[in-house]
């Protein structure tokens, strides 16, 4: 899969989550092409200005269209793959497991990190595929969002997660959250591992687990059940 991300801060990208773990490996891997592009670079006037005050009035500053068309133009023509756009917003769709599994599927996006107060609408409306938030709060940019929702993404990516995970076992998978996990010491300070997770009793395991899922969910996500 390939990921393409038009930003201001390019930097933002360096030696960051992106760069450890299991996005490291699948970059290595090549199952993952991130490519990071600088917006500023298209900038025509000699002050390399990319963002210009609002019509009508108001605060801050917004993104210029012209800028914003001109570098996802010359990044779509980089690859045979004409790819999904994706403009982080506050405004759009908020990710859930079920889109970040409908982006795994494409097999080129485009993200577009937002700065001051968002894009002009008309790039919106002309050059966007979907518009995705993170959730109900205002960031100063959309690089972090990105990162998120590369890093959601990415787990997705067949070989991503080798051969001992699953992105089947995680909460939200089936639609409930998963059961509480523990490891050794089985005994800590007085506070026990449940019994039934050291019986070895395989089936009574399993019994626990699917009922701590579904108490999970009831307690702290009931929204989620049917
Ligand atoms: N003026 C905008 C509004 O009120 O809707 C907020 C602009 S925000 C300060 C600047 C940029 O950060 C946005 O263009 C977007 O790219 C990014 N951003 C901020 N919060 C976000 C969120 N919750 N999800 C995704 N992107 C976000």
């Known amino acids: 899969m390939r990921i393409d991300v038009l930003t201001l801060f390019p930097p933002a990208f360096d030696g960051g989550p992106l760069d450890v773990s299991i996005i490291k490996r699948a970059r290595d891997a090549d199952l993952l092409d991130l ?14 200005s990319v963002d210009d005050y609002p019509f009508g009035g108001g605060q801050g500053m917004v993104m210029r269209v012209d800028v914003l068309d001109a570098a996802l133009q010359h990044v779509r023509a980089r690859a045979a793959e004409p790819g999904l756009v994706v403009y982080l917003s506050p405004q759009g769709e908020v990710l859930t497991d079920a889109i970040v599994r409908e982006l795994a599927t494409e097999p080129r996006l485009i993200l577009v990190c937002g700065r001051y107060e968002g894009v002009d609408e008309r790039f919106v409306e002309h050059c966007v595929d979907r518009e995705i938030s993170i959730g109900d709060y205002i960031l100063t940019g959309g690089e972090l969002p990105a990162m998120v929702l590369i890093d959601a993404v990415a787990r997705h ?21 998963e059961h509480p996990q523990y490891t ?43």
């Open 35 to 48: 490519q990071v592009h600088d917006i500023r670079e298209h900038a025509t006037d000699k002050h390399r």
């Open 157 to 177: 990516i067949p070989g991503a997660l080798g051969d001992e995970v699953s992105p089947e076992d995680e909460s939200f998978a089936d639609g409930l959250l």
């Open 184 to 226: 050794r010491p089985a005994e800590y300070r007085g506070w026990q591992v449940p019994d039934v997770l050291l019986s070895g009793h395989h089936a009574n395991i399993e019994k626990w687990k699917k009922a701590q899922r579904v108490e999970r969910t009831r307690a702290r996500r009931p929204d989620l059940l049917p």
